[in-house]
């Protein structure tokens, strides 16, 4: 591991250093979240979409049929899988 320094901006701003971003693939408007740790402040990238709970979504879809079991799920997919591999 190597030690790089970087300086504060008057805005805040922490200017990486390149060979950093580009080991990390971290290009221009990359989000990353900031997470302040006992050694100091860890970044990392930032999920693509906010973390959900069923009871948040549940229902923006209604169903209103009987219930489905795990069983009729799995032949539902596997059904769907063959209907596309057969279209190519």
Known sequence: ???RVTRLST???VIL?????ER?????GTRLTVEETPDGVLLRIAPAFEPTHHEDVFASLPYRGPSR???DM?????REARRRHDRD
Do not use: I
């Open 1 to 3: 591991m190597v030690t």
């Open 11 to 13: 805005k805040g701003q």
């Open 17 to 21: 250093p390149k060979a950093v971003r």
């Open 24 to 28: 990390r693939r971290w290009s221009a």
């Open 69 to 71: 079991t795990q069983a």
């Open 74 to 78: 799995d032949a539902g997919v596997a």
